[in-house]
């Protein structure tokens, strides 16, 4: 009984890696219908080159960082209990590979390519997984304070805050650095709109992401015995929340429309386990209208060229996330509880300070000694031919 519990549990944590390994095929496909023609290839190149630099960064570095357990030992320990402490390794790499795929969106259409390899391997060998072990390792005695100080541990059950968030907060100070495409905003103050290449593509990523999440979520558990049906509706009821307010709110965008849900889910993920699916509606609710709202404060305002909004979308929503479930999911307002307010603001606001912090010292190192932005000429033809060589219909070019 005992090796059929290991292996259930092995195949339930390997089929959760299975489908968030799926949902970066989502992050490749939003961002190539979100830039324009000329950068579509890098946009796919960029998020599965992203994930290989990562898987190498997070086993060497970034695991034990985060847990303390590394794999310098013979195959014959790796494979006991049917090889669990691996697939749970493979799960959680493909989160920490998140961080990058986020970070990607942000920093579409101007950013060279070997400085971002760089900047992947430092972010998810050291940085994320500093606020990994601190949220889901009791690492550094943060979690033991708060709730010494609060009365409860900062909780985030699927990584509102120690995926979405530190990735969203990464992502704008790489843009802050990088600065804005070139004619996106003028001296005078106007703004270039660089609309959506492909509309079709955009929410085929949109629905890969959404599919994935349902294995983000749910399978956090990470145990069989643990798998939990509240998990799964409530991530619903917030992707349905975010949908039909990011529809009223963008008043019908479809780019809107397909980051609606995305919002609604990044938002929930901390607190899907005790949030009542009103609440959970609630929130998602809520996270799509934060998102319409400060995507266009984002970009139009306070000019701040985020390609794909990730700031808003994961940091903000993120964010919020982590905040709500300190919220909903109280008793008061139908959630389970075993959850402080306090606590999970206080969490909230480490993650963003470390993300932050963190994102800017790689960035900002890696813009003084190798530089972390295409030329002129090189962004005025595209990322696709001035890196890659080639476009993603070549045909134009070659007269076909």
């Known amino acids: 009984m005992e090796n059929l519990k290991f292996g259930n549990d092995v195949l339930f944590v390997l089929l959760g890696a299975i489908m968030v390994l799926a949902m970066h095929a989502g992050f490749a496909f939003l961002e190539l219908g979100t830039v324009r023609k000329k950068n579509q290839v890098n946009a796919l190149v960029k998020i ?8 190498l960064a997070y086993f060497f570095i970034g695991y034990s960082l985060a847990y ?16 669990y402490d691996l697939v749970k390794f493979f799960f959680l790499l493909t989160f920490a590979a998140a961080i990058p795929a986020i970070v990607s969106g942000g920093i579409a259409e101007r950013a060279r390519f070997n400085p971002q390899l760089a900047a992947t391997f430092m972010l998810v060998g050291f940085v994320y997984p500093i606020f990994e072990g601190i949220a889901w390792n009791h690492r550094f005695g943060i979690q033991n304070w708060l709730n010494t100080s609060f009365g409860a541990e900062f909780h985030d059950f699927a990584g509102s805050v120690v995926v979405h968030a530190v990735g969203g907060w990464i992502a ?3 843009v802050l650095l990088l600065g804005a495409r070139r004619g996106r905003y003028s001296k005078e103050g ?52 975010g949908t039909l307010a990011a529809l009223w709110a963008g008043k019908n965008d479809p780019g809107f429309v397909h980051n609606g849900p995305l919002a609604g889910l ?22 799509g209208v934060l998102f319409v709202v400060m995507f266009t404060l984002t970009q139009n305002r306070w000019k701040i060229d985020d390609v794909l909004g990730v700031w808003p979308l994961h940091g903000l929503c993120g964010a919020w996330g982590g905040i709500a479930a ?6 008061a307002f139908g959630g389970i509880g075993g959850v402080s307010f306090m606590a999970q603001l206080c969490g909230t606001m480490i993650g963003v300070t470390i993300a932050f912090t963190g994102g800017y010292l790689v960035y900002g190192a890696l813009k003084k000694l190798a530089g972390i932005r295409l ?3 090189e962004e005025f033809n595209g990322a696709d031919l001035s890196i890659h060589r080639i476009t993603a219909t070549p045909e134009r070019e070659s007269g076909w």
């Open 48 to 55: 599965l080159t992203d994930f290989a630099v990562s898987t």
């Open 68 to 83: 303390g357990v590394h794999f310098f030992t013979g195959a014959e320990q790796l494979a006991q209990k049917s090889g």
């Open 172 to 174: 704008l100070a790489a």
């Open 190 to 241: 106007r703004v270039a709109a660089h609309p959506p290449s492909s509309i079709p593509f955009l929410a085929l990523g949109a629905w890969i992401l959404t599919v994935g999440w349902f294995g983000f979520n749910v399978m956090s558990a990470q145990e069989i015995g643990k798998i939990s049906g509240l998990v799964a509706v409530n991530s619903l009821m917030a992707m349905t929340g």
């Open 266 to 287: 990044v938002a929930i993920c901390a607190g899907s386990d005790l949030m009542h699916p009103v609440g959970a509606l609630l929130v998602g609710g809520i996270a």
């Open 326 to 331: 300190g919220i909903f999911g109280l008793k």
């Open 375 to 377: 030329d002129a000429e």
